[in-house]
């Protein structure tokens, strides 16, 4: 299938979990079941297309790379469990490693404490012509350290600092970083992996009933059940104040992981299709020289 047509089903596919505009959205306009109309029967069509999806990404990450302009910073957010490791494994299977790292952001070091939040993030930020993806990212800042004001103790931060419009302060800084890093050709995608709590539950006891799968399992993920209505008052508020067109948030539904991942792989082709991603052009000089090693090449055994 031509690139172009799957970059239409892409964009097509992605747009109805793409939030630009934070204002209106609110979390249950979305369901984490949702499949679009398809059924598990159409399991395999939708591998078969992400596989193609998978093509193209790589074909667009070759010209991202080979151009050198642009950046594209992709940051997963979710609930445990949600399948953010497994989004990011598969969709990414197909594209260079050279032009794409991945950074795991988990709690805070005594050093990364010892700075402002975005420090940590700010030195992983993409090269340009890379994609860089953040499995957790600054906006930990607004849903765990929201939801244990505990964390936000142990930030040292100056105590008149911390006042009643912490959180909205935040989501205005967040903002406003997204804001520069767009205006410097570093695009942001960020996406929610939004599972229901019934589906969650479900793969814990998987984890707990499977031998290859016991290592994942972590007690203290099952403690934070108990905060899981908080969490999603804090998704909502995070999503309604930094869902912008410039940098929209995807939230993705994640009870069916083969779902989850063509909508992910859609989302970042959409985003990769919306540069204007071309291999540079060469110029007089590079074309004669070009010439004539073709014609020392051709002259000689
Ligand atoms: P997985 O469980 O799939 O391996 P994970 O992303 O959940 O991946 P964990 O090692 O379980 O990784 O833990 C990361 C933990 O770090 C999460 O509970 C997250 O909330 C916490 N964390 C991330 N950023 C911060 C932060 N800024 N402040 C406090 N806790 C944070
Ligand atoms: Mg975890």
Redesign the pocket.
């Known amino acids: 299938m031509a690139v172009k047509k799957t970059i239409n089903i892409a964009r097509e596919l992605a747009e109805p979990f793409r939030v630009s505009n934070g204002g209106k959205f609110r979390l249950k306009d979305f369901d984490p079941g949702d499949t679009l109309g398809l059924t598990s029967e159409d399991k395999p069509r939708a591998k078969e297309a992400l596989a193609l999806g998978i093509e193209t990404l790589a074909e667009l990450q070759d010209k991202l790379y080979a151009q050198d302009h642009w950046g594209v910073l992709l940051i997963f957010q979710a609930m445990?469990?949600a399948g953010?490791?497994g989004a990011i494994k598969h969709v990414m299977s197909g594209v260079n490693p050279q032009g794409c790292e991945v950074n795991?952001?988990?709690?805070?070091s005594a050093e990364d404490l010892d700075h402002d939040?975005l420090w940590r993030c700010m030195k992983v930020l993409p090269n340009r012509g890379h994609i860089g993806i953040f499995?957790?990212s600054y906006y930990?800042?607004t849903?765990?350290?929201r939801v244990?004001p505990e964390?936000l103790v142990k930030q040292k931060l100056p105590p008149k600092l911390v006042g009643k419009s912490i959180w909205q302060d935040r989501f205005q800084d967040i903002r406003g970083f997204e804001r520069y890093l767009t205006r410097n050709g570093i695009i942001v995608r960020k996406f929610f992996l939004h599972v229901s709590k019934k589906e969650q539950k479900r793969r814990f006891l998987d984890r707990i009933e499977n031998p290859e799968k016991n290592w994942?399992f972590?007690s203290?993920?099952v403690a934070?059940r108990e905060h899981w209505d908080d969490y999603m008052a804090a998704y909502e508020d995070m999503i309604q104040n930094t869902a912008t067109s410039d940098s929209p948030w995807y939230v993705v539904p994640a009870d069916n992981k083969w779902f989850t991942r063509v909508v992910v792989a859609a989302a970042v082709i959409d985003a990769l299709a919306s540069l204007d991603l071309a291999y540079p052009k060469v110029g007089p000089d590079k074309l004669k020289e070009l010439d004539a090693a073709r014609r020392l090449l051709l002259s000689k055994k």
């Not at 795991?104 to 805070?108: D, L, Q, T, V």
């Open positions: 445990d469990a953010k490791d795991s952001f988990k709690a805070p939040y499995n957790r930990e800042e849903l765990v350290v244990h964390y994942k972590s203290t993920d934070e």
